[in-house]
């Protein structure tokens, strides 16, 4: 029984075949995930070359997709402070592997909780 | 006339210079030095006297949560991601706030008000009978500089001359500082890291317009690389300071080269004479 409806995952491509990113204010991509459907949206990081403030802004982009908990490896005081506020619950991963390795290790309860 | 103090690298003797500058200016006319090495002032230590202060504050926005319907534009219009509307509230990060306004225009609502949010201070001191010190000091934990050299530049507005002691570098302080400057004196040593980053300072007061000319300090006589491009960039070698014991004793002691040696002087008030050349005319 999965918690969790709709996860988003920092992604360095736009499939869940790409890899990982660690840090979530910089990645280059948020690949949404169903967990029921496992059906996928790639979402473009349009911020993640800003000089400052991408914490927010990408946290921002989450909950304007109702996302509802995030697998990252880094993330950063102000997305933390925003994400808690929005209660969107926080996973660590950080072994390297694909969005899809990530996203049955978060299904499997394989994760650690960060907040 | 507006004379700023700049170098690329840190270290090389801005400081010094401004400081010597002002000092030799005061015995003759009413001079204001203003220190805009706000993260680090130090012209103080050199002129110690008693301050007045005044806070420097920037605008910031206040959410009236009762009005506030979670529209989300003041969000969307902050360029800096100080501003995160929620379901239930609105989330500001004030240090990531740059205090532009937007956030305010953007609300159709009238939610967002300004408030005050401190940042520094400016204090003023009387160290000589001509000569008036104005100090930004940018409190701890402040990212953002700028409003605090601002606030110091205005202290001395119509004040004339004034010495403007930059902070190292080419960054938004170093541009804050020589807006506005009539001249620039770019202080710089010898060395390899001291030629890299004059030729960066050059470049800021190329693109700014600002005249300048070059200082050379703790030269070792060895100086034909920088000499070589002050010419190749049409920069003047204004003064060129050697490399000695006793000058870097003084200078440790907090003393002025100027004071205890007066011989220096004249050569001080030559650089004050060759700034004025550089502009083109006495202002």
Known sequence: ?115 | MKIAVVSGKGGTGKTMVAANLAFTLSLTRDTTLVDCDVEEPDLHLFFPASETSLDVTVPVPIVDEKICDRCGKCGESCQYGALTVLKDRVLFFPELCHSCGGCTLACDKGAIKEGKMRVGQVTTSHPLPRLTLITGILDEGKPLATPVIRAAKERAAWADPVILDSAPGTACPVMETLDGSDACILVTESTPFGLHDLRLAADVVEMLGVPAGVVINRSDGNDGTTRELCENRGLPVLMTIPFEREIAQIQNQGRLLCAVRPSWQKDFSSLFSECERITGGVR
């Not at chain 1, 800003?50 to 989450?62: I, N, R, T, W």
């Not at chain 1, 993330?75 to 402070?81: E, F, I, Q, S, Y």
């Not at chain 1, 925003?82 to 299904?107: H, Q």
């Open chain 1, 1 to 115: 029984m999965v918690e969790w409806m709709k996860v988003c995952i920092t992604a360095q491509g736009p499939t869940p075949a790409a890899r990982v990113e660690e840090r979530f204010g910089r990645a280059p991509y948020f690949i949404l995930m169903d967990t029921s459907t496992r059906s996928f949206e790639a979402l473009e990081n349009r911020y993640a070359e800003a000089y400052g403030g991408v914490g927010p802004k990408a946290a921002q982009l989450l909950i304007a997709h109702g996302v509802e908990a995030l697998v990252s490896g880094q993330v950063g005081g102000n997305a933390r402070d925003v994400l808690a506020a929005a209660g969107i619950a926080m996973y660590v991963y950080r072994a390297g592997g694909t969005v899809m390795d990530a996203f049955e290790k978060l299904i499997g309860n394989q994760l650690e909780r960060a907040g």
